[in-house]
């Protein structure tokens, strides 16, 4: 596969930022990715959740089958990374829509 353009993926999160339901984003997400994918994407959000809420990586391990690499990459994007996981963080904890 060829690297995409940085236009071609501003690209795809403008189509993100689009999408204005739940249920836009599910029928979204179900065409432009695999079952396993949208699972492993939901397990990782879910780490972070976890991880923010003190959680040990056994504790996440065993409740989202994620391996503790995957567990650690997580946490290491949480604390040093660009900052999305924080940002979402926050804003999920103030949506309406966040679920425990």
Do not use: H
């Amino acid at each position: 596969m060829r690297k995409p353009a940085p236009r071609d993926i501003d690209n795809l999160y403008a189509a993100v930022l689009e999408l204005g339901s739940i249920d836009d984003c599910r029928r979204f997400f179900r065409d432009l990715l695999t079952e396993n994918e949208i699972a492993e994407f939901s397990e990782r959000w879910k780490a972070a959740r976890m991880l923010a809420g003190g959680s040990s990586y056994a504790e996440i391990a065993r409740v989202t089958g994620l391996s503790s690499r995957t567990i650690a990459r997580v946490g290491r994007w949480l604390k040093q990374g660009k900052g999305g996981y924080a940002m979402m963080l926050q804003k999920f904890a103030r949506s309406p829509r966040s679920t425990p």
